[in-house]
């Protein structure tokens, strides 16, 4: 498996435009930002609901993919070819991702006031205390043979 991966990693290098990398490097930028709510922040806080952070997340991909696929560069025609854009309300220009993000929070805030208001269910943790301390000899570890190769 892991040979067909680096085979077609191969050639997705050899053979895709150039030009085409910089569009990935804008649109890693936007999705990657995107996970900071539901993450960082979900891993930190229980405050936010998990359907509002699904939610906020979807949006904000969303957004941030089809802002920036907007973006057309005057010299060459092509998509992807400004990362800024103009914000929606307030008429300056601003990073995309940026502005994804702040779409994203928003809908996760709103939608846990919401989703709080309506009491859907927050669904059941799992975790208990015990699940945040183990070392090594602990009978619950098991080695992972692939891993330590």
């Known amino acids: 498996m892991s040979l067909v991966v680096k085979l077609g990693a191969l050639l997705f290098v050899f053979f895709l435009d150039r030009t085409a990398a910089i569009n990935?490097?804008?649109?890693?930028?936007?999705?990657?930002?995107q996970t900071f709510p539901a993450i960082v922040i979900g891993l930190y806080t229980r405050w936010f609901?998990?359907?509002?952070?699904?939610?906020?997340?979807?949006?904000?991909?969303?957004?941030?993919t089809t802002v920036a696929y907007q973006q057309v560069n005057p010299l060459t025609k092509l998509?992807?070819?400004?990362p800024n854009a103009e914000i929606p309300g307030l008429g300056e220009s601003g990073y995309i991702a940026l502005t994804a993000v702040v779409l994203n929070f928003a809908i996760v805030i709103i939608g846990t006031i919401i989703m709080r208001a309506m009491?859907?269910?927050?669904?059941?943790?799992?975790?208990?205390?015990?699940?945040?301390?183990?070392?090594?000899g602990d009978p619950r570890i098991?080695?992972?043979p692939e891993l330590a190769k």
């Open 119 to 136: 009491k859907v269910s927050e669904g059941r943790d799992a975790t208990s205390a015990d699940d945040y301390w183990a070392d090594e």
């Open 49 to 64: 609901h998990r359907w509002a952070l699904l939610l906020g997340w979807a949006v904000g991909m969303t957004y941030g």
């Open 24 to 33: 990935f490097q804008l649109l890693g930028g936007i999705w990657i930002l």
């Open 79 to 82: 998509h992807f070819g400004n």
């Open 142 to 144: 098991k080695p992972i």
